[in-house]
């Protein structure tokens, strides 16, 4: 069974940092570029970040460049999303996906082009 499990979510004080996971089983992670979406209350799933099969490129959504690093050890078939200097404007529920093969991270904030995802994990950013 294809899947993708996100983990590392949780409650963090303005100013913090946490480190999300995206692990794979059922495939080959580094056979895939992985993107990270996020979604909050009432509005759209947002495309933040993407890094492809080799882990040498990544993009990242104004929103959140220079605060979240995207990373992955294809060894040990998981992604990363360390988040610094988070604010309540990063409450979302965030999501990793695996982008289909004939797409490159040119495309990461189009949900349209990955074909697995994971089920999510919430991060309140609070007080």
């Known amino acids: 069974q294809l899947q993708l499990v996100e983990s590392g979510g949780g409650l963090v004080q303005p100013g913090g940092s946490l480190r999300l996971s995206c692990a794979a089983s059922g495939f080959t992670l580094s056979s895939k570029a992985i993107g990270w979406f996020r979604q909050a209350p009432g509005k759209e799933r947002e495309g933040i970040s993407c890094i492809s099969r080799s882990g040498g490129s990544t993009n990242y959504a104004d929103s959140v460049k220079g605060r979240f690093t995207i990373s992955r050890d294809n060894a040990k078939n998981t992604v990363y999303l360390q988040m610094n200097s988070l604010s309540p404007e990063d409450t979302a529920i965030y999501y990793c996906?695996?982008?289909?093969?004939?797409?490159?991270?040119?495309?990461?904030?189009?949900?349209?082009?990955?074909?697995?995802w994971g089920q999510g994990t919430q991060v309140t950013v609070s007080s």
């Open positions: 996906a695996a982008l289909a093969t004939y797409y490159s991270c040119s495309y990461y904030s189009d949900s349209s082009a990955y074909v697995y």
